[in-house]
């Protein structure tokens, strides 16, 4: 499966003038031969002659797309939608490209249009709609039935979902559901359907539970008996081996898929926490920093970048790191908590105290918000500001009285 879709090449040329025709033939001829920088220069031309042409602007987005320069073709993408919002090929090639920088929030609603069962699938998963994940994901399943990607995807999806309903009957104060189901387990797309109707039903939410564990646990199987050298294999057999506590095991099945397929999005990632965890931080910082540029819009790259290098003592780049993280998904207690402990490393002590007031703005109960006051209290200490730590310092101590919030 090919998750990069291009943009199918159309100048609707009765709309331009004599010199954008000639630009923009110059920019598509350019392209067809491969010399994508002279082919944005042509199709940049055009648009600066003829700024109202949609297609003009999705040309030169699209260039840029293949040049795989996503952050220069996201705007132009995004302006030629602007001038045409029926462009289906600008719209998914838009989707991709904000995917792949790991904005998969801001990727949904251009598949929503364009309904690729692949791509919306794999948005929805990143987004945390397991349920809709499994249900798109299996459409492109039924016409991909082996593609690797698309099982582990599924795979991921259903396990996912089905964690998530052992969660929810977990929260319910009703005894343990039992399935009147006493023969096979239904299709989890069925019980998703189903589920999307009464969602508080703690008899489909046990039989979604054992149904989606049970078809992640089939996707995963396949992906290893028909793919078993590929990179998603090998991904799996990382996570399995996390799961039992092979930690080095783990570490060579993620190096395994890396050498496969170094650029795959997430491995980076998996693999930097790993390490991480391990203690082997310098290494992890390496696989972040590759996460980060694969994917500069995912805040959770960015923010795991950004407490390695915290604690590797690089206060400057970890603060740089959070800011970023920050900006992506703001108001995260987990962020404003360490992007104030960068502030302070950095000297920055106002900086501190503002990212902890603000994580205490959106979270006064947990353990985040526990620490918070903790840290604060230090900080006021350390100014002379007794009132102040005395208050934070009694703040801390009634919430870890209380046990606080998790």
Known sequence: MSLLTILTLGILLQTLTPEVIEHAQAGTAAQREG??????????????????????????????????????????????LKLNPKLMGTHQALGVALLVQGDAAGALPHFEETRAPDLLGLAYLETGRYGSALMALKAALDRQANDPDLLYYFGRAAKLAGERA??????MKTGPAQSKQETAVRDVVTLETALAKQPNDPVLLSEFRQAALAASGQAFEKLLQTNADSARAHQVMAERYLEAGLVRKAEYEYAQALRLRPYTA???????????DAGNLPQAIVQFKVEVELRPADPGANYRLGTALLQQGQAADALKALETADQLRPNAPP??????????????????????????????????????????????KDAGKRTEADREMAAYQNLKNSGGEN
Do not use: M
């Open 35 to 80: 010399h994508l920088d002279v082919a944005i220069q042509e199709f940049r031309k055009v648009t600066e002659l003829q700024p109202n042409s949609a297609s003009g602007y999705a040309n030169l987005g699209n260039a840029y797309f293949l040049k795989g320069d996503y952050g220069a073709a996201i705007p132009q993408l995004e302006h030629a």
């Open 266 to 276: 997430g491995v980076h990632l998996a693999f930097g926490n790993v390490l991480a």
């Open 166 to 171: 052992q969660q929810q009957l977990g929260k």
């Open 335 to 380: 962020i404003l908590l360490d992007l104030g402990k960068a502030a302070l490393a950095a000297k920055d002590n106002a900086k501190a105290e503002k990212c902890w007031l603000q994580l205490l703005n959106v979270d006064q109960k947990s353990d985040f918000a526990a620490q918070a006051h903790f840290a604060l209290a230090a900080l006021y």
